[in-house]
């Protein structure tokens, strides 16, 4: 069953909050720089995280070759993400292990709906993906028609004119508009951070975010030039545990675009853990979004597993 999502209402627009922002960025980057080859993480640890990874995936096909027999064979793969023979190596094959969601364009919400009915939640990305540059009636019409069609997140992007002239009241307007008119669904915010100019704006962007509602916040839509990165994933997500402190409101976090490897999904989760803790190690509070992360998981949970690989061509799908 799709779980009940947690809800950020906002709060009202404090530009104090983000007069104190300032990002230092070659600290970020020490703190950052020992995440992908660190060697602590054990065996155990390894196989927990990357299942907790899988779990947490939003398992993303968004090219405008997209078929309707493709994001059925997206929904097929999302709802048994993980061979049954090597979840049983694990004890892990009736534990319902499914993706967070799948994630789509509003098109092709209805053929999702059909094929997973409710065993997935549906992402939809809307508000004129990828750029966010449609009629704002026309981005908020968007959102309505694919909360009807079914979907149960909402991906929205933002203006990125308003992060790089510094209104931030116009962004927490436009985000609160299309919280609204997300209604019963969870909203995710795609700041597309590679546009940014500076770690500084991203911070202020990921708090604006967080005041208008957002009960996520996404780095990318996959598309920008520079995509997710643990550095921009620590400036959001120290945002996160500030906006927490101030509100008691959780906001999820999902980095976008370009993470393909189970080494880099156990670096985020490793990010994650370290500076929120392990309530933030939930698909309620934490996705991926990726494309193709699922099939080198499974290929090294087959390893795990069974001391050796198989052929690629196995793992295909994500
Ligand atoms: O939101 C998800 C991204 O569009 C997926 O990006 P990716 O294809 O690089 O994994």
Redesign the pocket.
Same mark, same amino acid.
């Given at each position: 069953m799709t779980p009940e999502p947690l809800v950020n209402q906002g709060t009202s627009f404090h530009a104090d909050w983000l007069d104190g922002i300032r990002v230092n960025k070659s600290a970020v980057e020490r703190r950052t720089a020992s995440l992908g080859g660190r060697r602590a993480v054990k065996k155990d640890s390894q196989i927990a995280f990357m299942l907790k990874a899988v779990s947490c995936i $939003?398992l993303?096909t968004?090219a405008g070759d997209d078929t309707p027999g493709r994001v059925r064979r997206l929904c097929l793969k999302a709802r048994n993400p993980v061979r049954r023979d090597i979840l049983a190596k694990f004890g892990m094959e009736d534990m319902g292990l499914t993706t967070g969601a799948v994630?789509v364009y509003h098109s092709m919400v209805p053929e999702a709906n059909e094929t997973l009915k409710g065993s997935v939640p549906i992402a939809a990305?809307s508000t004129g993906f990828p750029a966010g540059l449609a009629p704002m009636e026309t981005r908020l019409e968007e959102i309505r028609r694919s909360v009807e069609a079914g979907a149960n997140e909402i $991906?929205i992007v933002v203006t990125r004119a308003h992060v790089l002239t510094g209104n931030w009241q116009a962004l927490y307007d436009e985000v609160k508009a299309f919280k609204a008119a997300c209604g019963p669904a969870l909203m995710k915010t795609?700041l597309a951070t590679g546009e940014h100019g500076n770690l500084t704006q991203v911070g202020k962007a990921s708090m604006t975010a967080m005041m208008a509602g957002s009960d996520f916040i996404?780095t990318?839509?996959?598309?920008e030039g520079v995509?997710a990165t643990l550095p921009v994933s620590l400036v959001m997500i120290r945002q996160i545990r500030d906006f927490f402190q101030k509100t008691g409101i959780k906001v999820g976090y999902?980095p976008?675009?370009?993470?393909?490897t189970a080494k880099d999904a156990v670096a985020y989760l490793t990010l994650i853990k370290e500076e929120l803790g392990t309530d933030w190690l939930s698909p309620d509070l934490f996705r991926f979004?990726?494309?193709?992360?699922l099939g080198d998981l499974e290929r090294q949970l087959e390893y795990h597993a069974t001391g050796g690989y198989s052929a690629s061509y196995r793992h295909a799908m994500g």
């Open positions: $939003d993303t968004l994630c990305v $991906d795609i996404k990318s839509t996959g598309m995509n999902k976008a675009g370009g993470i393909k979004g990726a494309s193709s992360l």
